[in-house]
């Protein structure tokens, strides 16, 4: 069986990536299956007993199925919570794609399954040479969208699915994903999107609280994955 992944990336950041990348794994390892979930760039560490570490890192591993080193799942982890390009340049660092490209490949050789976690939206900068649309161009997986649902939510899917597809890449599928309880006629909203985007919704779910292991393992009953074509079955 050939090694199946997909590049999850959103309308925003905070909008929900990591919660369907663990829902993702969650349902990958229920079927049986090696997963790993990889986040090659994150930018934003809080100390735990003397220990460097980043929620969406840890919520990614907690899901996954095997065990791989932190070096091989995040390339590149900076402190400042902010714009990955910025953080790279305060820390004196260059972010390259050839380190995240071998561990990737490397990681295929170890899991059946890869979900590829993105920083921030689709076009987000890593440094003056690429952005996050050049890694996911350069992995040259099919990418998950999530739509964080709230106001202006149909714009930044409509401007996302166009870059997507201007990058040559497949857009699998979408997620939506309620992250404004108060949110007007998200029914319209969600229709719109449903006939807007070219590719098929795999669900929306509801307001959860915080995004925690627990909540991505309960929140497989939310989505559809037969809807996808290349879902490993």
């Not at 795999?202 to 925690?212: A, D, V, W």
Request: hydrophobic share 40%; net charge neutral.
């Amino acid at each position: 069986m050939s090694v199946f992944s997909c590049f999850v990336t959103g309308t925003d950041t905070d909008i929900g990536k990591t919660l369907v990348s663990a829902t993702l794994l969650h349902q990958l390892k229920r079927q049986g299956l090696r997963t790993v979930g990889m986040k090659p760039v994150a930018a934003g560490c809080v100390l735990q007993q003397g220990q460097r570490s980043n929620a969406d890192i840890e919520q990614l591993q907690q899901a996954s199925s095997i065990e791989t080193p932190l070096e091989m799942r995040c390339q590149y982890l900076f402190d400042p919570f902010c714009a990955p390009h910025i953080a790279a340049a305060r820390n004196g660092v260059q972010i390259e794609l050839a380190p995240i490209v071998q561990q990737y490949h490397a990681l295929q050789t170890l899991a059946d399954a890869i979900i590829i976690e993105g920083v921030g939206g689709f076009c987000v900068p890593l440094s003056a040479q690429y952005d996050t649309a050049d890694l996911a161009q350069r992995l040259n997986a099919p990418v998950l969208l999530v739509v964080g649902l709230r106001l202006g939510c149909i714009n930044h899917a409509l401007l996302t699915q166009e870059a997507v597809r201007a990058r040559g890449l497949q857009l699998l599928g979408w997620v939506g994903n309620l992250i404004d309880p108060h949110m007007a006629y998200p029914d319209e909203n969600i229709a719109t999107l449903k006939q807007k985007l070219h590719a098929p919704c795999l669900g929306i779910i509801p307001r959860l609280t915080c995004s925690t292991p627990q909540q991505a393992g309960q929140a497989v009953r939310y989505l559809d994955f037969a809807s996808l074509s290349s879902w490993p079955h």
